[in-house]
């Protein structure tokens, strides 16, 4: 069954269409990796579905509900949670603080509990529990960042380059995160990745979006031996 | 943000007092020149020795705000009504200065208008009671409400706005609410004000100077004196202040309170965690302006008047350069600059025409010696077993 379904999605940034009649679906349990070239649309694609901006045309159904035209934070109170591009922790809070911030939604359940799961993925925020979000290295606030959204309870994790601006060991234990609780907790993820190689070998499936569009999909190991994927996203990887 | 802040303040300022402002600048000028020779020498040293000092001010601060709530709580016993008075108005700019400190130190939300509130709170206070014939502890709820509708009225149109635009548009409000007030006769009766507006009652005793049956020196057969009314109003706004005070670190520990500080860290990330940013700013502007509204009704009672005069642009200003100079957020930073530059514009009277110099040059020099204000550290809200502070040098600037 599928958990989000776009269909005909459009999106503009006043006149500049960013996304044109984008079709894209994530099936309940699922990995599901978008890669694409910088500026094809891919962190737009994550936003529309979180709202901001609005889909101009299409439909966005989220659990067998038409999500488009709710306001973002309608959306995200139907446990979709995001670790947005560039992170955006916030800087002068601490790290419980932030996780705090990230568990507002989730409303009266067990905040202990749900602490305790992301202090487990990931030891190192445990050990700076009390450090100022905006000190912490890159990697550390990539986790935070994660760790944050996880604190809503998600049933759909929607990650924007994680691996952005990261030492290989550190992509690696994020990836191995993700695919951890995607087995212990059957929590669906949709990753936006420029690092094509791991993603795909993650993903049960793979879309690849040019200039706003799909123009590909399939298995992430099928997309993986794709001559034209390789040559035009994994030259020079591995 | 700071920086669209200190413009603002000092285009007002200039405005307002052009040839002191130009004798100041020209002093900070040279002042300044000096003071950067003299830190050329070390810039390292010198930011080692401004933390070693931000360290010993928050160790200072655990003793200095239970010292200065027993300062205030004892300023009555001076029994002088001089000072009595001078401590009426500085606990009435600490109210403003702590109920601004919500929209502005928490919230991020630059707003160059908060005298708008005042006033409305005052003028409703003035107007109802002289109307109605009601009192002053019926009106200052009702007082305070009506504020808070209009802090929510201007919430409304300036929700998409952030730092500089929105620093404008709170600016026009302050102007057009003192406007409307001046132009609109029938209701606040325009320039000439309201007069003979109640004084506050005790449980219904009234402060006659002249005592006389019913009165408060009557009732606990008290020397009758024009100094109990002072105690009465300076204890009744002290009250208000600490509960400005207390509601606003209560709302910080809540749900409420944490959006508000994400809001000022990053908006964009406040949406996609599910907080309504629109609630959230709205509850900022209406909460702030409540309390603005409370100070603006006991502003009435303590003047028995009110007139547009009263709140001009230099009001807001000064509210805002308080909450500034004592560190965004920081509730005891509020305090301490509200006692230096009320406190210290009336300290410096003896200096007569060269004591605008002096107020000035000392605003530039703490601005200098603590760019981040007075107390900038910022106290995280839950610290499990110990405390910590976050210290000012690690405090990065909130966007725009
Ligand atoms: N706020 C905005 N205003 C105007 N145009 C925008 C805005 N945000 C993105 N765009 C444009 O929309 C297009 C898609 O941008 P998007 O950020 O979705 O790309 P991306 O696939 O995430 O790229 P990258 O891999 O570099 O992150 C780009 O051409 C970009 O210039
Ligand atoms: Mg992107």
Redesign the pocket.
Known sequence: MSLLRLSGVTAF??A?Q?LRGVDLEVNEGEIVTLI????????????TVCGQ?QARDGAIIYDGEDITRLPTHAIMRKRIAQSP?GRRIFPRMTVYENLQMGAEVAGNVDFAALLEQVFSLFPRLKERVHQRGGTLSGGEQQMLSIGRALMSRPRLLLL??PSLGLAPLVVRQIFGAIRELNRSTGLTVLL?E?NAFQALRLADRGYV?VN?GITMAGKGAELLARPEIRAAYLEGAH | MKSALRDAVLSALVALRPVPVAIAVAAVFVGRLLLLAWRGRSRAAARHANRAFAERLTQAGKYVAPLLLIVALAVPLSGDRYYLHLGILVMTYVMLGWGLNIVVGLAGLLDLGYVAFYAVGAYSYAIISTTYGLGFWTCLPIAGILAAIWGIMLGFPVLRLRGDYLAIVTLAFGEIIRIVITNWVSLTNGPNGISGIPRPTLFGLKFTPAGGPGSFSDFFHLPPSPTWRAVYLYYVILVLALLTNWVTLRLRRLPLGRAWEALREDEVACRSLGINVTVTKLTAFAIGALFGGFAGAFFATRQAFVSPESFTFIESAIVLSIVVLGGLGSQLGVALAALVMIGGFEVFRALADYRMLVFGAALVLIMVLRPRGLVAGRTPTVALGRKREISAELVAQGRG
């Not at chain 1, 694409?36 to 936003?47: C, E, Y």
């Open positions: 940034y006043g500049i960013a694409g070239a910088n500026g094809a649309g891919k962190s737009t694609l994550m936003m901006p591009e924007d380059e936006v420029q979006l706003g």
